[in-house]
């Protein structure tokens, strides 16, 4: 046994040894082994920044080595506070090191903690604030060159670019970051350097796996895209020129009507406007589509969204003012448009600064509605306003006048033009048996046109429009000089007309007045030369001069492209000791007559009932207009039109004015007398810009008055901001049209924060002082 013990303390001597021996030859590199597995070690983790804002990248780097002899794969793992936010798997050679770089976005405040492989940091994420880069963004654009204007449309999966222009407006060397954000999620980040002056555009691809609207930004450029099935695209189809009303058109032979969106498979399809077409009140020509093909029929291939829009002309008849109908038992008729000498924006002159002074307007209309058809409605006459155009109208008065006059008689009321400021209340009988015809009719280029205004049958004299002069000094005035004849027996001088104004097409008015500023600024035009005269009549005394007549009594402007009679008295007009009465009727505007009669029997005596309705404010159509302003707030309305106090209602387009006149207040028809029924309406109205309205934007504010001087009004002049119009504003105009507000500029910011810290200083003294009081 102590053998055998001896035997086995040698072994283990010998054994020792011998590892001895290896580890130490091992070690000088005697004795090669095998090669050492891959083995990986993570340091140095770094985050940068460690403050940042929003949707701003951060970059967070480790240093990866590889310890072992071999080649192999680490799979590095991102995580963020405890979730794994990215990885990478990188191949590494023995002893072989890499960096491990992630980039992340967070889209919330707050403190985050990111890990790579043990090794821990922590980064904070703060709100965004206005950016301070002189980098700026401008110009989304969708590659080849195809603006953003309108949405871009795709199909699902399809890849979309859009790209942006950055310039650097600074004098040095600056960055920024940029954010594709799509549906409110981050989509991509990029970040960009530029010299001063320098400019690069920035690109971004993506796509969309869901159909209908998407909504992208880029920084502060925003804009929106479409997806819509596969193999189909939009077509719209729009018209522009002469009104809103909707024009019917065909694509490959269906009938659609302006303004439609279409959804087609992608092909060929022949699109057709109808010229001419023709409104109520108007006839338009077709004038050429928007990229400049003058045909109405045209062929297109639809392989993208695309928009049509259609340009009419108005060759005849008028689209402007609120449009009158009355109910005639079966339907509502349409019968004219209403106070067009209510247009705000009559031009006077210009003043020696070269600022334009505005004159004129009336609101008042008198309207004869046709007995023979007006027809009660469960008890009451109905009448409607419709705001049909792309117009304000500030409503003041509304109500019907029933006259009981001599079945022998006719009765006619007067109107209005810019310049005459009276109310024309009157209401003058006529015979029906024993009107004159004028000696002779003459028109401004001497030419005999007593045919046309001998009988109302449709032909009416010729007219032009003072606009379409060649020059200031030289206008060529629509004028018709009339002889009466001896009527120095007559008691009552009045006339019958029945004619209509043709406005025209609006360009040649803005070519009149830039041509007129034009000459004005080269000093050809004398201080205080009218820029469109308003109409006049004038009558010649008994030396052959022409005297103009007073602006109450002036010749009234015509209805616009609805022929109307009305009456004028020239009682008193003329001097006294003239024999050859002769008047001269002169206008800047394209007026033309389809008759015109002398009556010289005295006055009748009439019964005149005025009758009030119930007025209600109702919305009709929803309206694309980008009118701004306080409007009247829809429903009951009465109180606001029963007397002319500037309390006005006021509408835009889509709006409705219904008047419901009480047949049960009017009283029974006597024998051998008839009936007739007028409608009188006090009306301001307001075109947007670009459409005859020059000198004021397009919302409710400023207001007109009865008292102002024209419109726009001097600083001198206001609207009646009493006790009484506060209350009216605030009880009724509650119904508020806004345009988008653009963001706040760092100075608009600055100034709110100021004008609130002035607000809580005031608040604090006031009650400091009221508990020094107690």
């Known amino acids: 046994m102590a053998k055998l013990k001896a035997i086995l303390v040698i072994d283990v001597l010998i054994v020792a040894v011998a590892a001895g021996v290896y580890f130490y030859l091992q070690a000088e590199g005697l004795i090669i082994a095998g090669p050492k597995p891959a083995e990986f070690t993570v340091t140095n983790l770094t985050i940068n920044p460690i403050k940042a804002e929003e949707f701003e990248p951060i970059t967070i780097t480790a240093n990866l080595t590889n310890i072992g002899d071999e080649p192999g794969n680490y799979v590095g793992n991102l995580t963020i506070n405890n979730v794994l936010e990215d990885n990478q798997t990188i191949l590494l050679e023995g002893g072989e090191s890499t960096i491990l770089e992630f980039t992340v976005v967070q889209q919330t405040e707050g403190t985050y903690t990111a890990e790579i492989g043990g090794l821990t940091g922590t980064f904070e994420i703060t709100p965004l604030s206005p950016s301070s ?27 979309i670019f859009v790209s942006a222009t950055a310039t650097n407006t600074g004098s040095e060397t600056d960055s920024l970051t940029l954010r594709l954000i799509i549906d409110d999620q981050l989509a991509d980040v990029k970040r960009i350097e530029l010299a001063a002056g320098a400019s690069t555009t920035v690109e971004f691809t993506f796509n969309s796996t869901t159909e209908g609207k998407h909504t992208f930004t880029i920084n502060n450029l925003s804009g929106t895209f479409l997806i819509v099935p596969t193999g189909y695209h939009t077509l719209i189809v729009a018209r522009t020129g002469g009104g809103s009303t909707p024009v019917p058109f065909t694509v490959n032979g269906k009938t659609y009507q302006t303004k439609s969106e279409i959804l087609l498979p992608v092909g060929e399809y022949q699109v057709v406007m109808p010229s001419p077409f023709t409104t109520e009140t108007a006839v338009f020509e077709f004038g050429t589509w928007q990229d400049g093909v003058t045909s109405p029929a045209r062929t297109i291939n639809l392989d993208k969204r695309t928009t049509l829009v259609a340009t009419f002309i108005l060759i005849s008849g008028y689209a402007s003012c609120p449009s009158l109908y009355y109910w005639n038992g079966t339907d509502y008729v349409y019968v004219t448009e209403v106070s067009n000498a209510g247009w705000l924006g009559y031009m006077d002159y210009m003043d020696e600064n070269g600022n334009i002074v505005f004159s004129g307007g009336n609101p008042w209309d008198t309207i004869k509605l046709d007995a023979s058809q007006l027809t009660p409605k469960d008890g009451n006459y109905d009448v409607i306003l419709k705001q049909r155009w792309d117009e304000i109208f500030y409503m003041d008065s509304a109500y019907m006048v029933v006259v009981d006059h001599p079945a022998n008689v006719d009765v006619y009321s007067t109107m209005v033009n810019c310049v005459n400021k009276a109310f024309p209340g009157e209401i003058y009988t006529v ?63 009045k006339l019958v007309i029945n004619g209509m104004v043709d406005w025209g097409p609006a360009q040649p008015y803005y070519d009149w007045i830039d041509g007129f500023k034009a000459a004005y600024a080269e000093g050809l035009v004398p201080n205080g030369t009218q820029i469109s005269p308003a109409p006049y009549m004038e009558v010649m005394d008994g030396n052959g001069n022409w005297l103009r007549v007073p602006a109450n009594r002036q010749m009234p ?77 829809y429903g009951d309305i009465t109180q606001l039109l029963s007397t002319e106090d500037d309390m006005f209602v006021i509408g835009m387009q889509g709006d409705q004015v219904a008047l419901q006149f009480p047949t049960t207040s009017i009283a029974p ?50 609207y009646p901001y009493d006790a009484a119009h506060m209350q009216y504003l605030r009880e009724y105009n509650t119904r508020v049209r806004t345009a988008p507000n653009p963001p706040l500029s760092s100075l608009a910011t600055w100034a709110i924060a100021i004008a609130i810290l002035v607000a809580v200083v005031d608040l604090g003294v006031l009650v400091y002082f009221k508990k020094r009081r107690q």
């Open 133 to 159: 880069s002189t980098i700026k963004l401008e110009k989304i654009m969708l590659p080849p060159y195809e603006s953003w204007a309108t949405p871009f449309e795709s199909w699902i999966n399809d890849p």
């Open 557 to 633: 402007t015509p209805s616009d492209y609805t022929a109307r009679s009305f009456a004028v008295d020239l009682t008193g007009l003329f001097p006294e000791d003239v024999r050859d009465y002769q008047i001269r009727i002169t206008n800047f505007w394209n007026v033309t007559f389809d008759y015109i009669g002398i009556d010289t029997t005295p006055q009748e005596n009439i019964t005149i009932q005025k009758i009030n309705a119930a007025a209600t404010l109702e919305q009709i159509v929803s309206s694309p207009s980008v009118v701004t302003g306080n409007f009247t707030r």
């Open 669 to 718: 028809l006597q024998d051998g007398m008839e009936r007739d029924f007028f409608l009188f309406v006090a009306c301001w109205f307001k075109d947007p810009p670009g459409n005859w309205g020059y000198q004021f934007d397009f919302t409710v504010n400023p207001m007109p008055f009865r008292n102002m001087t024209g419109f726009p009004y001097p600083d001198t002049e206001s």
């Open 431 to 493: 015979s029906k048996t024993s009107l004159k015809t004028p000696v002779s009719a003459v028109n401004e280029k001497g030419e005999d046109v007593l045919p046309q205004i001998a009988k109302i049958d449709g032909i009416f004299t010729y007219g032009n429009n003072g606009l379409e002069s060649p020059a200031w000094d030289n206008i060529t005035l629509n004028q018709l000089t009339l002889d009466l004849g001896d009527l120095s027996d007559a008691q009552q001088i």
